[in-house]
């Protein structure tokens, strides 16, 4: 067989891709696609997407508001993306900050010991100021009582393994 000199342009990679424009040495390893699940009626896919976009935007304030907690909001968003917007659950699982907490999440639960130890500090901070600021002493023992169950839940979840 004769060779006619011509090549194959490279495949375009996808926008979403996180190795798009880097060279290969760079190219982190691939990452797990997203779930895929079923479609849903239209009108429950809007009520998600609403729910979605409610919890995104209350998981990025969260992120400069001390006590509003970020990782619930955006796994709670990716939950709901999930079922409503492949294009948002794509965005959101690609993101370089929330993303990452959604797969360590979706393998297995895990939670990275910084996000840990944010959520300690953030906590007892909070602790700190409704004591200072709760009417009643009860009600700011009883927020604390369940900051604390959630904590131990927490610290016992099992962190990432990077390599």
Same mark, same amino acid.
């Given at each position: 067989?004769?060779n006619?000199?011509t090549?194959?342009p490279?495949p375009?990679?996808?926008?979403?891709d996180?190795t +798009?424009?880097?060279?290969? !040495?760079?190219? *982190? &390893?691939?990452?797990?696609?997203p779930?895929?699940h079923?479609? #849903?009626?239209?009108?429950?896919r809007?009520?998600?997407l609403?729910?979605?976009v409610?919890?995104?935007?209350l998981?990025v304030?969260?992120?400069?508001?001390p006590?509003?907690?970020?990782t619930v909001f955006?796994?709670l +968003?990716?939950w709901?993306? !999930?079922?409503? *917007? &492949?294009?948002l659950?794509?965005?959101?699982?690609y993101?370089p #900050?929330?993303?990452?907490?959604l797969?360590?999440?979706?393998?297995?639960?895990?939670?990275s010991r910084?996000s840990?130890w944010?959520?300690?500090i953030?906590?007892?901070?909070?602790?700190?100021?409704?004591?200072?600021? +709760?009417?009643?002493?009860?009600?700011?023992?009883?927020?604390?009582?369940?900051?604390?169950?959630v904590?131990?839940?927490l610290?016992?979840?099992?962190?990432?393994?990077y390599?």
């Open positions: 067989m004769q006619t000199g090549l194959k490279a375009k990679p996808h926008p979403m996180p +798009a424009g880097k060279p290969p !040495a760079e190219a *982190s &390893p691939p990452r797990p696609a779930p895929v079923r479609p #849903l009626p239209l009108p429950v809007w009520a998600l609403a729910f979605a409610l919890c995104l935007v998981g304030i969260g992120v400069f508001v006590g509003l907690p970020t955006i796994l +968003a990716a709901a993306a !999930a079922r409503c *917007s &492949p294009r659950h794509e965005w959101l699982w993101h #900050l929330f993303g990452i907490m797969r360590d999440w979706a393998n297995g639960g895990r939670v910084r840990k944010n959520a300690t953030m906590m007892a901070f909070c602790a700190v100021v409704l004591y200072f600021t +709760a009417p009643q002493l009860w009600m700011a023992a009883m927020a604390c009582t369940f900051m604390s169950c904590l131990v839940w610290w016992l979840r099992p962190e990432p393994q390599s």
